[in-house]
């Protein structure tokens, strides 16, 4: 047995052991709520432009690092690579997978589940690694630590739910979203250390009030 055999033969165990594993309705709901953009996206939205506008200095550079992170990573790397590697999710390669979803339009909110048969042909595209959940999630969890130092860690406790929900659902395996969060931690210190580069080259010049009180986005030790 060849290494990437061992690794996807362990990768299949620990899956099947979240997804079949611990499994209640509560935790159906309560993951397919969490994974839902439809619900999230507006809530989300409207607090980062309540923080822009209301919050301190620094709450306001955690929310620019996390939206430029994203609105970067998720279409120009996350997506590029999904398509790069084109693993299936394992609800479309795998029999016996629990895959939770939102429910029809009439009773969106109530979790939907059913269990993947037998495959009829082997699935040559699929949307499956990275997770752009989890990589999202990094990203505002990375951004908050760049912020604030690395005592910021709650942050850390969402990333790790975001995770356990994704395989949970059946949308991604262990490695998916392993994968993701050292992806994700990358390119956000990049952008990060690009705007801030761009924020002491322009700040003193164009807003010399702010930038007296914020001489870095970035934390100081």
Not at 146 to 166: D, E, F, Q, T
Not at 200 to 209: A, E, N, S, T
Request: aromatic share 12%.
């Amino acid at each position: 047995m060849n290494l990437i055999t061992q690794v996807y033969s362990l990768d299949l165990r620990v899956f099947h052991w979240i997804n079949r594993g611990f499994n209640h309705p509560l935790l159906d709901q309560f993951f397919n709520l969490l994974a839902d953009g439809h619900f999230w996206t507006p809530i989300l939205i409207v607090t980062a432009i309540i923080l822009l506008l209301r919050g301190r200095d620094r709450v306001k550079v955690w929310v620019i690092l996390t939206v430029f992170s994203i609105a970067i990573g998720d279409p120009l790397i996350s997506n590029p690579i999904k398509y790069l590697f084109d693993r299936a999710r394992p609800y479309q390669a795998v029999e016996g997978v629990r895959e939770v979803s939102p429910g029809p339009k009439e009773n969106h909110w109530q979790a939907a589940v059913r269990i993947s048969g037998i495959p009829e042909q082997d699935v040559k595209h699929g949307r499956s690694f990275p997770s752009s959940h989890v990589a999202n999630a990094t990203a505002a969890a990375t951004s908050a630590c760049l912020v604030w130092g690395s005592a910021m860690r709650w942050p850390w406790y969402l990333v790790a739910l975001a995770a356990l929900g994704r395989i949970y659902t059946g949308d991604h395996y262990p490695t998916d979203v392993l994968a993701s969060i050292p992806l994700s931690m990358f390119y956000t210190w990049l952008i990060a250390q690009v705007l801030n580069r761009i924020w002491i080259q322009l700040g003193p010049r164009y807003f010399p009030k702010l930038f007296a009180r914020i001489p870095s986005l970035l934390h100081v030790k």
